[in-house]
């Protein structure tokens, strides 16, 4: 017997399927990718469905495919240009402009972090910056937490482009067009940029106040990036450069899907950087590790959200919560989405908040006339402060690198973290990338 009449029942068993999810892979018991399709099966079983399930998952399946094909042509293109050498100059003279200036330091720190984290890997970004310029904070007697916070949260915020890791699930979680969710929150990101230079400006000079200016020898600051040797092509530089600026200004002016834009793009930067067919299969070999975890995730969600979804869970936990939200709370129900991502992502993870709560948090918006897609652009603006997560793997990768314990880190870049935090929501309710009231 079907439950879907029974709106109480089946609000009960969606969350308790959020909550067992959410449990499972935050005390590590299951994966992510496993979680996401055992759990629904489960309780879509417990719902009344069975082989109907099928055809939600397929629909779900049908839905995200291209978002899965973006990720993983994205991810294959930004690994080669990296490996082929188009941030390295960039990154040299981002390191040599800091010579001894504290401030310069930082600043350059700054910039230093937005470039890498372009390839979408926050470990490459933080071994990268770390490898480059702890050595000049140790020279200078820098405080290395300055270094922490300012890579991190430069990391978070330009991870909100298409291919990082929480506007991928935020579309995939509510089966929403990505260039819908990304395109207006570019201003956002800007101000985000411009907040974390601000912030590298003001503890520059601090530290320059401190210790002033030290000479060194700025020839001792170079890159050290861990690639293989051969792969770096430099006389290719100009070539990568137009070709990923044309394909940023395509994808982001929209005259290309950005699935297609990346596809044919990864086509045309493997075969002329490497043009040997060994060298290609060596290049995609290399970075496989990083593509298949994100494809795994997305076809996995794709059963999570076909199930919830097709079995009514969702619209009826949307409607339980409607039944508890105040009347004068429902229009500004965008503002509190934006407000409670940084609380939410910092108890949670990626997966668990956005594959778990964003669906519900949704569908109760859109009794409000709020939108999926300004749900899911309210969701994303909390990623400052899920940077500094204990249930992140890589805030524990950067305390090590640096040597200093997570406690300390978070102390430290956690008001700053909150500022930029405020500033961009700030920016996505002026631009209308949020709304204010519905």
Not at 21 to 38: G, W, Y
Request: aromatic residues 8%.
């Amino acid at each position: 017997m079907e439950l879907e009449g029974n709106n109480t029942v089946l609000a009960l068993l969606g969350f308790a399927m959020i909550a067992t999810f959410m449990v499972l892979i935050m005390t590590r018991r299951l994966s992510a990718a496993v979680a996401l399709i055992i759990i629904p099966i489960v309780f879509g079983l417990l719902s009344g469905h069975s082989i109907d399930m099928g055809m939600m998952i397929i629909k779900g399946l049908m839905n995200l495919a291209p978002t899965a094909t973006a990720l993983v042509f994205a991810v294959l293109y930004f690994a080669i240009m990296m490996d082929a050498g188009l941030f390295d100059p960039l990154v040299e003279r981002a390191t040599r402009f800091a010579k001894g200036d504290p401030r310069r330091v930082a600043m350059a720190t700054s910039v230093m972090a937005t470039l890498i984290s372009f390839d979408g890997d926050g470990a490459t970004t933080a071994i990268v910056t770390i490898t480059a310029f702890l050595p000049i904070y140790r020279h200078l007697g820098m405080n290395p937490l300055i270094l922490a916070a300012l890579m991190g949260m430069a990391n978070a915020v330009v991870n909100l482009t298409p291919w990082g890791g929480p506007t991928l699930r935020a579309a995939t979680a509510l089966q929403l067009d990505m260039m819908d969710v990304f395109l207006p929150l570019i201003p956002v990101m800007v101000a985000g940029l411009a907040a974390n230079f601000c912030i590298a400006w003001y503890l520059g000079t601090k530290e320059r106040n401190r210790l002033g200016v030290v000479d060194m020898d700025t020839e001792a600051s170079h890159l050290a990036l861990d690639r293989e040797e051969g792969v770096v092509r430099p006389k290719l530089f100009w070539f990568n450069l137009i070709l990923t600026v044309a394909l940023i200004l395509g994808v982001v002016a929209q005259l290309v899907p950005l699935p297609i834009a990346f596809m044919i793009g990864l086509a045309i930067a493997v075969t002329v950087n490497y043009p040997v067919l060994s060298e290609q299969r060596d290049r995609i070999a290399a970075h496989a590790h990083n593509v298949l975890p994100i494809a795994l995730l997305i076809f996995a969600a794709a059963v999570f959200t076909g199930i919830i979804d097709g079995t009514g869970m969702v619209a009826a936990m949307g409607g339980s919560l409607l039944a508890v939200i105040p009347d004068a709370v429902g229009p500004y129900f965008g503002v509190v989405v934006s407000l409670l991502s940084a609380p939410l992502t910092f108890i949670m993870s990626n997966d668990a908040y956005y594959f778990g709560i964003v669906p519900v948090l949704a569908e109760t918006a859109g009794h409000y006339g709020i939108t999926p897609v300004e749900v899911a652009r309210a969701s994303l603006l909390g990623v400052t402060i899920h940077a500094l997560s204990p249930l992140i793997a890589a805030i524990y990768l950067v305390a090590a690198l640096l040597d200093v314990e997570v406690g300390d880190l978070q102390k430290f870049a956690l008001p700053y973290a909150l500022l930029v935090f405020a500033i961009m929501i700030a920016t996505a309710l002026l631009t209308g990338a949020v709304p204010i009231t519905a």
